[in-house]
């Protein structure tokens, strides 16, 4: 009999373990560390994605009925495969857990939510607002009275829920108040982090002159972009030795050109730093990250493979 250690999931750490699994006999000359199998998973039974990361002959619990391996989602060697036996050697030689490795070397689908901002909008004419605000000043409801002051003064006549709570003291009664009086309204938005929000606070400056070694690698990379068939350029050089500049000044000529580039950050610590970077320049323009679902991140990342 032939047995497959399965790691089910690696987003929850509550899953930092692997499962072991019965190889049916059509599978048994097949299946190999590093590869993605289903598997029947749960008291439901659901079928689920998982990775291969050991195979045996013995069970490691006798005298327990296993469940089967359903069959292999792909049985030639990928990328994701070639990743997952990469896990395995980090767990092997860093003493690291599988799940640890794996969220090194494999996207892990992770929904990013939209925060949501809650706006109170008066509705009323300043002019009705001010005689409202009189009315109010002679009654003892302090906290409308600095809730309708904030939102005169204000001069779109629209703060933030959020604030208006932390630093006016409005509460829950209040905001239904000014509702059903038809004196403000309280809208929702949906948020999501804006890499470019600070855009128009960063000074843009002139490129900076490129030194003879760095024009050479520019015009290199060019000339290497006008054959038929361009290779893959590798940029080499030591910390400080200008390859930023060498890129920033390639993707100044593309966009010039009318085309559009995607840098690729290495780290999210990196991000500000080059983002302000790109923003900085010159006629330069920066398309935000896009957040997109694992399932489609892998299969672009497998176009550009095949390209290679």
């Known amino acids: 009999m032939t047995y497959a250690d399965i790691i089910v999931d690696i987003s929850h750490e509550k899953l930092d373990k692997s499962f072991q699994y019965l190889v049916p006999e059509k599978l048994k000359d097949e299946i190999q560390v590093g590869m ?160 470019i929000a600070d855009a128009e606070n960063i000074p843009h400056v002139a490129p900076a002159v490129l030194s003879i070694s760095q024009q050479m690698a520019v015009d290199q990379i060019l000339s290497e972009w006008e054959h038929p068939d361009p290779r893959p350029v590798l940029l080499h050089g030591v910390t400080g030795s200008g390859k930023t500049e060498v890129y920033m000044e390639l993707i100044d000529k593309v966009i010039k050109e009318g085309g559009q580039a995607i840098v690729l950050i290495p780290e999210m610590k990196c991000s500000r730093k080059y983002r302000q970077r790109i923003i900085c320049r010159k006629n330069s323009r920066l398309v935000q990250r896009v957040m997109l679902k694992q399932s489609y991140r892998l299969k672009l990342y497998r176009k550009i493979q095949l390209k290679r």
């Open 36 to 195: 993605v199998v289903s598997i029947p998973f749960g008291r439901g039974n659901h079928v689920r994605k998982g990775y291969v990361v050991g195979i045996s002959d013995e069970p490691k619990v006798k005298g327990i009925q296993l469940k089967s391996v359903v069959g292999i989602e792909n049985d030639q060697e990928t990328t994701e495969s070639r990743l997952i036996a990469l896990a395995g050697w980090m767990k092997e030689n860093y003493g690291s857990t599988m799940i640890q490795a794996l969220k090194t070397v494999l996207p892990i689908q992770k929904k990013m939510k939209a925060q949501e901002k809650r706006w109170i909008t008066l509705l009323i004419s300043r002019e009705d607002g001010e005689k409202l605000l009189e009315e109010l000043g002679m009654t003892r409801f302090k906290a409308r009275i600095r809730l309708l002051e904030a939102l005169l003064q204000n001069e779109n006549g629209k703060i933030e829920t959020a604030w208006a709570s932390k630093e006016l003291g409005t509460t829950a009664s209040v905001l239904r108040y000014f509702e059903e009086q038809g004196i403000a309204s309280v809208e929702s938005d949906e948020v999501y982090r804006n890499a």
